[in-house]
Nanobody
Framework: EVQLQASGGGLVQAGGSLRLSCKVS????????ITWFRQAPGKTREGVSC????????YYADPVKGRFAISRDNAENTVYLQMDAVSPEDAAVYYC??????????????????????WGQGTQVTVSS
């Protein structure tokens, strides 16, 4: 069974750090690219960062460049999102997702919402100012 289990959210002070985890089962994170999305209340879900399956290339949305870092542990079949210098604008529910219709071992990854994403359940990040 395919599952993506996001965890690690919580309450963080502005300027602080948080690390989110996306534990995957049913496929491997070195076989399919993984993308982190977030959705704040009243806003459209947006791509935050992704990591390409075969190359490990990473991409970031402009609002998080230089503050967030995506990585993966193939042995744990888990992808991480390290969030540093968190701001109130980062408060949202964070989701990890994979497009399993994409070719395996794709050299790139995608931040756009309009793909055939398989979603995890989301983890809430709350930022206190």
């Amino acid at each position: 069974e395919v599952q993506l289990q996001a965890s690690g959210g919580g309450l963080v002070q502005a300027g602080g750090s948080l690390r989110l985890s996306c534990k995957v089962s049913g496929f491997t994170v070195d076989g399919y690219s993984i993308t982190w999305f977030r959705q704040a209340p009243g806003k459209t879900r947006e791509g935050v960062s992704c990591i390409a399956s075969s190359t490990g290339l990473t991409y970031y949305a402009d609002p998080v460049k230089g503050r967030f870092a995506i990585s993966r542990d193939n042995a744990e079949n888990t992808v991480y999102l390290q969030m540093d210098a968190v701001s109130p604008e980062d408060a949202a529910v964070y989701y990890c997702a994979a497009d399993l219709t994409q070719q395996k071992y794709w050299m790139s990854c995608e931040l756009r919402l309009a793909r055939a994403w398989t979603w995890g359940q989301g983890t809430q990040v709350t930022v206190s100012s």
